[in-house]
């Protein structure tokens, strides 16, 4: 079957760094999305990996690997607006995103 | 100007009940989604569909069904609410379907609560 894991909760300090790990099965694969959503909102795009390696954008960072089925999400310099669900989501070969339940993030002072 | 909006925002009925969610994406995207969230948190694709092809989730009961009465507009109707349609329905929609980088973009979200 096709399976997104992710932890489930993770707390954080502002101004450190934390990093959000997903595991995926899916039939195929077409990239590996991250996504944000604030608590009550829709969630919107961070970042795409379809190829192996580290994609860098501003103070988020997104990680590949596909021989291990494996992403992370990098956040730098953490701020309080940072906390929110990060869903994790794999395409697989008809192009459909299979979801994790998401990492809730919660940053302390 | 909203990308994607949806409506209502909450919406609460009685079981039995017939209701209807609409959808609209001003982007000139091909494809719209319909997804349910649930408590858990998890995001379930119900159905994706452009000109082209409706794709079903196998796993969506036969009560819901979407309409589209043209490519900015995918509306939700659900026949005979039960309990367990408690949720938030997002709709969302991407530029083609069948592109690996197919970044969605999702309206604000239903709250749906059956009594």
């Known amino acids: 079957g096709q399976n997104i894991d992710q932890p489930t909760e993770m707390t954080a300090t502002e101004g450190a760094i934390v990093q959000i790990n997903c595991t995926y099965q899916?039939?195929?694969?077409?990239?590996l999305f991250w996504y944000q959503q604030h608590a009550g909102e829709a969630p919107t795009f961070l970042s795409y990996n379809v190829l192996d390696g580290l994609e860098e954008k501003g103070r988020f960072s997104s990680f590949l690997s596909r021989s291990k089925g494996y992403s992370y999400l990098l956040l730098k310099e953490l701020q309080m607006k940072d906390s929110a669900s990060y869903l994790c989501a794999a395409m697989d070969s008809n192009y459909q995103l299979i979801w994790g339940a998401g990492t809730k993030l919660i940053i302390k002072p | 100007d909203t990308a994607v909006s949806q409506t209502p925002k909450y919406l609460v009925t009685q079981m039995g009940n017939d209701k209807s969610i609409k959808c609209e994406q001003n982007l000139g995207h091909d494809t719209m989604y319909w997804y349910k969230q649930d408590s858990k948190k998890f995001l379930k694709i119900m159905f994706s569909y452009n000109n082209k092809e409706l794709i079903i989730n196998e796993t969506v009961p036969n009560r819901f069904s979407p309409k589209s009465p043209d490519k900015a507009h995918l509306n939700l109707h659900i026949n005979s609410l039960e309990l367990g349609d408690s949720a938030v329905y997002f709709c969302a929609s991407s530029q083609e379907a069948s592109l690996p980088y197919n970044e969605q973009f999702f309206g604000p979200g239903t709250r749906l609560t059956v009594l």
């Open positions: 899916t039939s195929g694969f077409n990239g």
